[in-house]
């Protein structure tokens, strides 16, 4: 299959540049100033990732990809979980919600990253959601300073070395990644298109 466009419906730098990689050699665009994104209450991963999309593609007229993430943790219930990037409050910074996570969750214990990737053509009217998982601990304190949100204290099951996804090289990351699954099953998608 061909190269298509997708309008990437997020506002998050980090996230455009790594779905700009992962989803080579299709063309990702940033989501036109102009529109507005509804706010993230839903009650699923799914749910506000759909909204999303569903939102750009209606204002854009593009096919249009959107996600949710976020962190579980199995001391917390799996709190933050949908209110991840809200964990600390409204306008919390990537430090306060870690913060906070390390105050509340033991190091040590269970935490899984969730990503679900909403894909939404408005010229057929085809939705699909694809969801992956990523599972770990948490790490006492934050080490690495590469990726972002939680990245510092989460210590991935897949990667023997211990490390942090903070201190994972790109690559390294995004093989194994709740974000680099779900988009790999994306991308498998679009080649059978």
Known sequence: MSAVRLVLATRNDHKAREFGD???PHEVVALPDEVVLPPEDGDTFEANALGKARAAAQATGQVVIADDSGIEAEALGGRPGVRSARFAGEDATD?????KLL???PAGSAVAYVCAIAHVDPGTGEE???EARCTGTLAAQPRGDGGFGYDPAFVPDDDPTDRTMAELDPDEKAAISHRGRAARELLAWLAMR
Not at 95 to 99: D, V, W
Request: glycine content about 0%.
């Open 103 to 105: 105050r509340e969750a």
């Open 128 to 130: 699909h959601v694809f």
């Open 22 to 24: 992962l989803l080579a």
């Open 95 to 99: 430090e306060e919600n870690l913060a």
